[in-house]
């Protein structure tokens, strides 16, 4: 299945999940969660993830591959993000791989004062609809644009083929890392 936008290529996810710094009794929300990619990936490292996607076709896929994974703390939710997050609980970290309301799911974020959020952004409104959004809200620490290149063969060589460039723009609750 392919999805648009995912999966979030494995240079990104690292560096992603860096800024996120995660702990063993965190509990993720991952907010278009697409693939599942970020979910499977961040599931070893925390409590419990929330993974959200509006789209049932990317649910029921992202649901597989965790299964798949034996990723069992995963719980995953068909819905939009900014309804479901008010009645979501505890959420401690929030990665944000989809743009659809993006104001409003930082603005619940911010108010949940979630203590570390990262979204990753490959569309320029989308960066900057992001960093606006969290420094409105007080909540921003840093933008970094990734370009990764990869190996491919030409001729009898190899050429750097560069990906799309990804932006990551990290928040979180002011004061707490």
């Not at 693939?35 to 925390?46: W, Y």
């Not at 992202?62 to 068909?78: D, L, M, P, T, V």
Request: glycine share 10%; charged share 20%.
């Amino acid at each position: 299945m392919t999805l648009p936008g995912g999966p979030t290529k494995d240079e990104i996810l690292a560096i992603s999940l860096a800024k996120l710094r995660l702990r063993p009794t965190d509990i993720l929300a991952d907010i278009g969660c697409g693939t599942g990619t970020v979910a499977i990936r961040a599931s070893p490292l925390v409590n419990r993830v929330l993974a959200i996607d509006l789209r049932g076709e990317a649910v029921a896929y992202a649901k597989k591959r965790a299964e798949e994974a034996c990723a069992g703390n995963i719980e995953f939710i068909c819905g939009d993000a900014a309804s479901v997050l008010p009645e979501a609980g505890r959420i401690d970290a929030a990665f944000v791989g989809g743009s659809r309301g993006l104001p409003a799911v930082l603005s619940l974020l911010a108010s949940r004062k979630v203590r570390s959020i990262v979204v990753n952004a490959v569309r320029l409104e989308t960066v900057s609809t992001g960093v606006a959004a969290m420094q409105e809200l007080g909540i921003f620490r840093e933008a970094v644009q990734v370009q990764v290149c990869r190996t491919e063969p030409l001729g009898r060589g190899l050429i750097w083929k560069p990906l799309h460039p990804v932006t990551i723009i990290v928040g979180g609750e002011a004061g707490c890392s």
